[in-house]
């Protein structure tokens, strides 16, 4: 009996160094990833193909930052701006069965009113137990009941899906109500960055129609986070560069040559040229 207590007692100690041992490099690896992100997120303010790469894949593995849709989506689109392959090239290098690549697929086969395939696709994601089949529910009937559609895209986003959260907060018509939409996208913005691009664009058309110096502010303020988590639009960059050239032009402000410069490359614009 006492050679088995002290058996016992042995196993608990070895399997408490095991578990401390195993958090202790989980820890470490997840620290390390997390400065990858931030290594990355630099490199893709400057425009660089690669880095918006890397960091869609820490977006679909959740390596350094939550698992993400989305953000994992735009980090493709913005390489596709600066000369990278197409969405579909890069959705395609995930197995067929990979449930970020079964949404991207549903909603492609959706828009080229491939219905029949959508719907298969959604039975997967279903089958996962997956909030997106929601999403694409709602798609589905966006065209019949536009109630339906925002009730459903509102249950996937309560789920976690965030292409529900995202396409419920576009759904809102922000011409008729322009304080629900402020709103409702502010309240997505921390999870969903680009929605900084959103948001400020919809400032800045309100700021050209009324001269509205504030607005453009705020304008200018949205464009910049969206900058700062390297999700800022070609078209955004633009419309911030043109910011600062009137401001410069007008002698109210100077800004720093090295950042138009980087705006000028994230824009698409030739660097040698100006703006």
């Known amino acids: 009996m006492v050679e088995r207590s002290r058996m016992m007692h042995k196993t608990r ?3 408490g160094i095991v578990c ?3 958090f202790a490099v989980n820890t470490m690896a997840q620290g390390n990833w997390e400065d990858s992100v931030k290594i990355y997120i630099e490199k893709a303010r400057w425009g660089e193909v ?21 953000n994992m989506l735009m980090m493709y ?8 392959l197409s969405m579909e090239e890069y959705m395609h290098r995930y197995e067929e069965d990979d449930p970020d690549r079964l ?26 137990n997956l909030p997106s089949h929601i999403t694409l ?16 895209l509102r249950e996937a986003s309560e789920k976690g899906c965030m292409l529900g959260q995202l396409l419920y907060a576009m759904s809102v018509e922000k011409r008729k109500d322009k304080e629900k939409y402020e709103k409702i996208i502010k309240d997505i913005m921390e999870d969903i960055p680009m929605a900084y691009n959103l948001l400020g664009k919809f400032y800045w058309d309100q700021a050209e129609e009324t001269d509205d110096k ?9 464009f910049e986070k969206a900058d700062e988590q390297a999700c800022l639009t070609k078209r955004n960059a633009r419309r911030l ?5 009137n401001r410069q032009g007008k002698g109210e402000t100077e800004c720093d040559p090295v950042k138009l410069k980087r705006l000028r490359i994230v824009a698409c614009m030739d660097v040698e040229a100006g703006y």
């Open 77 to 84: 689109f913005l390489a596709n701006e600066k000369g990278g």
């Open 20 to 22: 401390f041992f195993a």
């Open 137 to 152: 529910q709602a798609v589905l009937v966006a065209n019949q009941d536009r109630e339906k559609y925002r009730q459903l």
């Open 50 to 70: 690669l880095a918006y790469e890397k960091l869609a894949g820490y977006y679909h593995d959740g390596l350094g930052v939550e698992h993400n849709f989305v």
């Open 214 to 222: 504030a607005l453009m502010e705020s304008a200018k303020e949205c």
């Open 103 to 128: 949404l991207f697929d549903a909603m492609n086969d959706l828009d080229h009113k491939r219905k029949e395939d959508a719907l298969q696709k959604q039975e997967k994601l279903r089958a996962m």
């Open 13 to 15: 100690k070895i399997i």
């Open 241 to 245: 560069l043109h910011y600062y050239d």
